[in-house]
């Protein structure tokens, strides 16, 4: 009897696992979002003509569909993060043939954008491996590096204060200065290699990944763009229009004190680069 219990203790569970999935399927399917399926974990980069957009709020944006990824806890190596707060990242990419970006977008209802004792970033990263075999989805692994774009709150923060003070710089007539230190950014995202756990290295030449953020009513939304051709072969993701390849995500929170591999990932899933045809 004992044991018919615990069968019907499980069974309960599971239908009520899976209704939540049929459940949150038909609402997604309702707002003409698309999801992840076991037949298609293909993120697509459509091409476009003209400039791709390199802000989030560009209009050229709502004509592609975003694929909505769930995201789970790194509990691969110590300290695991079983409990993330992000929970699903949506995904949008366009290129032109000549330029290739990425809008990534994810709720928190709190923003992150400065580093001081104790606090932490918001952020979030692309991973693609260098070469064509896959390496290990968080921090590739020796002899299978993976090429890692790490966009940084804080980072956009400088990039944005920076843009302002010279704007109030050319306005003033006479004010007593502010002074204040912010560093200076070739870009708010980080180019990194990485090739296993703590062997995270930042490359000497920043700026050829750029990055541009917003932050309004709990919801992040991220651009982040490079030139399709490649200038370094050996430390640089190869991306090419026809091209199909990996790509992994991971998103940090920094007000669940979440940062290095405390955070939600997305592991591999194929990305494909349309072909330039007819442009």
């Known amino acids: ?5 615990r069968w019907m203790v499980r069974s309960h569970s599971i ?6 999935f049929l459940l949150s399927a038909l609402v997604l399917g309702w707002l003409g979002i698309p999801i992840v399926s076991s037949e298609g974990m293909f ?10 957009p390199a802000v989030p709020e560009d209009p050229a944006w709502d004509k592609i569909p975003p ?8 509990v691969i190596t110590r300290p695991v993060w079983p409990e993330p707060s992000a929970r699903a990242l949506g995904v949008r990419s366009v290129h032109n043939g000549t330029d290739i970006a990425f809008l990534l977008e994810w709720q928190d209802n709190t923003k992150n954008d400065r580093l001081t004792p104790g606090t932490f970033r918001d952020g979030v990263a692309i991973g693609l491996p260098l070469g064509d075999a896959p390496a290990f989805f968080c921090m590739g692994q020796l002899d299978h590096y993976i090429n890692i774009w790490h966009w940084k709150a804080d980072w956009q923060s400088d990039i944005d204060r920076r843009a302002a003070r010279a704007a109030e710089r050319k306005g003033e007539s ?14 708010s995202v980080e180019d990194l ?12 030449s920043q700026g050829r990944v750029q990055g541009k953020a917003t932050w309004k009513d709990g919801l ?18 190869r991306l090419e229009p026809g091209r199909i390849q990996t790509i992994a995500f991971a ?7 979440e940062r290095n591999g405390q955070k939600a990932v997305a592991p591999w899933f194929q990305l494909s680069i349309d072909p330039v045809v007819g442009l």
Do not use: C, Y
């Not at 993120?43 to 791709?52: K, N």
């Not at 006479?174 to 870009?187: K, L």
């Not at 998103?251 to 004190?257: A, C, F, L, Q």
């Open 174 to 187: 006479g004010e007593v200065r502010r002074f204040e230190v912010i560093p200076r950014r070739a870009s």
């Open 43 to 52: 993120i697509r980069s459509h091409l476009v003509s003209g400039d791709i």
């Open 67 to 74: 694929l909505m990824l769930p995201l789970s806890g790194q």
């Open 1 to 5: 009897m004992a044991r018919l219990k």
């Open 251 to 257: 998103v940090w929170n920094g007000e669940n004190k």
């Open 15 to 20: 239908i009520s696992l899976l209704s939540g």
């Open 193 to 204: 290699v990485g090739g296993g756990f703590s062997t995270l290295t930042s490359k000497q």
């Open 220 to 237: 992040w939304r991220v651009v982040i763009r490079r030139p399709l051709a490649s200038t370094d072969q050996e430390n640089e993701a």
